[in-house]
């Protein structure tokens, strides 16, 4: 990528220097893409029941680390001189997929949560969100497809809509066992059995 070679450049440090931020770069956007190593989803305690959220602060931390990414290469730009086109290259790598990440996963996943109490079931995954009180449920159903990855939970209300929370879309897969637990301990009453996914729609 570089127009000289490392040893024709003055000073050793110099010479580093640009290798270190093209890595930092490189690093960077692996960060935003694999975001449950910085933002992994916690479970917290709340009266009543448990509550799954996303870092609520996620999205803008992203977009301030993103920022960086332009940033090294203008600063490489002009201060190496570089082969242009391995240049390129190299900076739509480090730029474009974290834009296409977010672009596929949802900007606005960034305030998603699902809480489980005694009283109700309330929750966000991007554009779909809603609260139901456990005295409006007539059936609450767990169902995990083959692979064992995803699961969703079904609620069946008594106005007989169906609402499908999809935790493996919401990012909960390490919570699984713990809603698990949760809800067969809640919401026993109202459990309906399914061993594999068959959504009503």
């Given amino acids: 990528m570089f127009g000289v070679s490392f040893k024709d450049l ?3 440090h110099y010479a580093y220097l640009g290798m270190i931020l093209i890595g930092l770069a490189t690093s960077v956007m692996v960060l935003i893409v694999w975001e449950e190593m910085l933002f992994p989803v916690k479970a917290h305690k709340v009266k009543g029941g448990l509550i799954f959220r996303n870092h609520q602060t996620k999205l803008k931390t992203q977009i301030l680390l993103y920022c960086a990414i332009p940033a090294i290469f203008v600063f490489i730009y002009f201060q190496y ?14 730029a474009v997929p974290p834009v296409v990440e977010k672009l596929v996963s949802g900007v606005n996943n960034f305030n998603d949560y699902l809480q489980l109490t ?10 779909k969100e809603g609260k ?5 449920l007539q059936h609450v159903a767990i169902h995990n497809e083959a692979d064992l ?3 969703k939970i079904e609620l069946l209300l008594k106005t007989n809509e169906t609402v499908v929370i999809d935790l493996h879309e919401m990012e909960l897969d390490a919570f699984y066992n713990s ?3 949760f ?3 809640k919401y026993h009453h109202l459990l309906k059995d399914h061993k594999s996914l068959g959504l009503a729609n």
């Fill in 132 to 136: 139901f009180e456990i005295s409006d």
């Fill in 118 to 127: 005694s009283k109700n079931i309330e929750y966000k995954n991007n554009e």
């Fill in 183 to 185: 809800i067969n301990k």
């Fill in 179 to 181: 809603i698990d637990n």
């Fill in 149 to 151: 990855i995803s699961k």
């Fill in 10 to 12: 003055l000073g050793w």
């Fill in 81 to 94: 001189e570089v082969k242009l086109f391995q240049f390129i290259v190299w900076a739509l790598i480090c």
